[in-house]
């Protein structure tokens, strides 16, 4: 197919596309208008009922747990994935890693870090660790949880690469390690259900006591629980990918195709 | 009816759906990918909120106060990191794609494959 004709079959598919969306857009209620019954209802007990006063929390570690816990292993699959993918081929050696990444392709130095950019990465990493703490550990409270504070905790990771280089990462960061963490906290959010089940109580029911004030740290049984599980497995992963990522920079190809 | 941000996700996503059309490398489709699946959170936050109504937090707000769709947001959120990590297993396939074929143009690939 040329490209012209690739145009035109996408035109005609985007009219027929454009046509069902309007016919759609017809049926809906306006913007601001919200008719489901399911989002009031879970508003308004939440707070009530699992002691949690931050709903979207709620939903995500509570009343739709068991999809999280299917999202949370898509996101694991995707690491493991890209630990596969980029798995060392076998005509590739590793450069010697004493130096910075090389710019490959013009076979020159990479330029160095400036100063700036050291200090500035070094400053800021102790706060994105105390940022990402909070974030994972409040997901009962405000606009936090897992999902968020583990992507702020690998940023810290991130930081400390800028700040040094690749082999300061590994060694912060060994594979080993990372990826044990990643398969436990994985592993603990479904082991959070199986407890549930080993009380007696339906898979991921939340079998912690609750506390008596809505949003205190210490309130709302396993979402604060899951949601610690899960900050650690988002941040393990990304460590994971990045490494995996920043792992190909080092690679060298005997013989070029 | 105030149909602005539906219209804004058919614009996101025909934009998206165009880039992947026409994309002449792997990265820009990717990138292109992307912002198709943008749409979907735009149209999520959308069809979730109710005017005037507060985020749906109660920890400073009274109980009962109304409160767009919790489940809407719980959906985006959750969606923008897998995204994210699965945009990763893309680009892994994208840089195994470069240095087998040393092309990064999918209308070549496609013609380098049988």
């Given at each position: 197919?040329?490209?012209?004709?690739?145009?035109?079959?996408?035109?005609?598919?985007?009219?027929?596309?454009a046509a069902f969306y309007l016919w759609g857009l017809a049926g809906l209620p306006g913007f601001g208008t919200y008719l489901g019954p399911y989002g009031n209802v879970i508003n308004r007990i939440a707070v009530a009922q699992a002691k949690a006063t931050g709903v979207v929390s709620a939903v995500n570690f509570e009343y739709r747990g068991f999809d999280t816990l299917g999202e949370e292993f898509i996101l694991f699959v995707a690491a493991t994935g890209v630990a596969t993918v980029l798995r060392r081929l076998r005509d590739e050696r590793a450069r010697d890693a004493s130096g910075e990444a090389r710019d490959e392709a013009m076979d020159r130095e990479a330029p160095?870090?400036?100063?700036?950019?050291?200090?500035?990465?070094?400053?800021?990493?102790?706060?994105?660790?105390?940022?990402?703490?909070?974030?994972?550990?409040?997901?009962?409270?405000?606009?936090?949880?897992?999902?968020?504070?583990?992507?702020?905790?690998?940023?810290?990771?991130?930081?400390?690469?800028?700040?040094?280089?690749?082999?300061?990462?590994?060694?912060?960061?060994?594979?080993?390690?990372?990826?044990?963490?990643?398969?436990?906290?994985?592993?603990?959010?479904?082991?959070?259900?199986?407890?549930?089940?080993?009380?007696?109580?339906?898979?991921?029911?939340?079998?912690?006591?609750?506390?008596?004030?809505?949003?205190?740290?210490?309130?709302?049984?396993?979402?604060?629980?899951?949601?610690?599980?899960?900050?650690?497995?988002?941040?393990?992963?990304?460590?994971?990918?990045?490494?995996?990522?920043?792992?190909?920079?080092?690679?060298?190809?005997?013989?070029?195709? | 009816?105030?149909?602005?941000?539906?219209?804004?996700?058919?614009?996101?996503?025909?934009?998206?759906?165009?880039?992947?059309?026409?994309?002449?490398?792997?990265?820009?489709?990717?990138?292109?990918?992307?912002?198709?699946?943008?749409?979907?959170?735009?149209?999520?936050?959308?069809?979730?909120?109710?005017?005037?109504?507060?985020?749906?937090?109660?920890?400073?707000?009274?109980?009962?106060?109304?409160?767009?769709?919790?489940?809407?947001?719980?959906?985006?959120?959750?969606?923008?990191?897998?995204?994210?990590?699965?945009?990763?297993?893309?680009?892994?396939?994208?840089?195994?794609?470069?240095?087998?074929?040393?092309?990064?143009?999918?209308?070549?690939?496609?013609?380098?494959?049988?």
């Amino acid at each position: 197919m040329t490209p012209g004709q690739r145009r035109w079959a996408f035109l005609i598919a985007m009219a027929g596309l454009a046509a069902f969306y309007l016919w759609g857009l017809a049926g809906l209620p306006g913007f601001g208008t919200y008719l489901g019954p399911y989002g009031n209802v879970i508003n308004r007990i939440a707070v009530a009922q699992a002691k949690a006063t931050g709903v979207v929390s709620a939903v995500n570690f509570e009343y739709r747990g068991f999809d999280t816990l299917g999202e949370e292993f898509i996101l694991f699959v995707a690491a493991t994935g890209v630990a596969t993918v980029l798995r060392r081929l076998r005509d590739e050696r590793a450069r010697d890693a004493s130096g910075e990444a090389r710019d490959e392709a013009m076979d020159r130095e990479a330029p160095p870090t400036s100063g700036a950019v050291r200090m500035v990465a070094l400053a800021l990493t102790g706060p994105t660790v105390v940022i990402g703490w909070y974030l994972a550990s409040h997901a009962q409270t405000s606009p936090s949880g897992g999902f968020q504070g583990g992507v702020v905790l690998a940023t810290a990771f991130i930081l400390i690469y800028l700040a040094g280089q690749f082999l300061v990462f590994e060694r912060i960061s060994p594979a080993g390690v990372t990826d044990a963490v990643e398969a436990v906290s994985a592993g603990g959010f479904a082991a959070v259900g199986i407890a549930a089940v080993v009380a007696g109580l339906a898979y991921l029911t939340n079998f912690l006591p609750l506390g008596t004030t809505p949003g205190a740290v210490s309130s709302s049984g396993t979402i604060a629980l899951i949601s610690f599980f899960v900050g650690l497995e988002v941040g393990a992963a990304f460590v994971l990918i990045v490494g995996e990522l920043l792992d190909q920079t080092l690679l060298l190809r005997q013989g070029s195709r | 009816m105030q149909i602005f941000p539906f219209a804004v996700v058919a614009w996101i996503l025909a934009v998206g759906l165009y880039g992947l059309v026409t994309s002449r490398h792997l990265v820009h489709l990717i990138m292109c990918l992307i912002v198709v699946q943008s749409s979907t959170y735009v149209l999520l936050l959308g069809v979730g909120y109710k005017t005037g109504a507060a985020a749906p937090y109660f920890f400073d707000i009274p109980a009962h106060t109304p409160a767009v769709d919790p489940v809407v947001q719980a959906l985006a959120l959750t969606d923008v990191v897998v995204e994210a990590a699965v945009t990763a297993l893309l680009l892994a396939f994208a840089i195994q794609a470069h240095k087998r074929f040393g092309t990064l143009d999918p209308q070549e690939l496609v013609q380098l494959k049988g």
